[in-house]
């Protein structure tokens, strides 16, 4: 089983941003959907006066909705227990840099050893083969966003920027990248590391 989590923040990853939002999707084996888990969550009213505002425009998540919202210990203890019935897959989020810097910090607290493959990263490998990723002003290679990765992949994107759309639309992105390596046959299917494989992120 694959678990695919996404978070919306207070803004980038530093002391003062925290988790306003976080939901993930578990995939069966045939990378059906199986279960999901998604809330809003509050951080506390001094977290959300150092909130950036340009972060809240783009997940379009108002103060009032945090306010209304769970405390944010009380989410990271349901979605701890949660996790806990999928015990053994792995945890992905397109962008794991980003997503584990913020679900390994305390309320959250999963540990490092539950991260798979970045999804974005596995994207990237797969779009740069091809040339189709744009270039850096100095010629490298740009990460791909997650609209950009799922029209390569041919997934429907919709509205994004909200935590249940992007990791259902992220693990879309997993599942046909996962069915092109074992189409190539680089990998025996039954094989964990099409899973467990880390790109360095």
Known sequence: MLVELDVETTGRPSPKSHIIEVAAVVLDPQFQEIGHFQSLANPGDEAMLLADPEALRVNRITPEMVRAAPPAEEVARRLRVWLDQFWGATFHAFNNEFDQWFLEKTPWTIKPRHWGECVMHAAMERMGSVGALGTRYDGTPKYPKLSEAAAFFKVPYGEGHRALHDCRIAGKVHA????????????????????????GM
């Not at 046909?176 to 790109?199: A, H, K, M, S, V």
């Open 176 to 199: 046909e990248i996962i069915r092109q390596r074992i189409n190539e046959e680089e990998c025996d299917p039954n094989d964990e590391t099409l899973y467990l494989t880390d790109y």
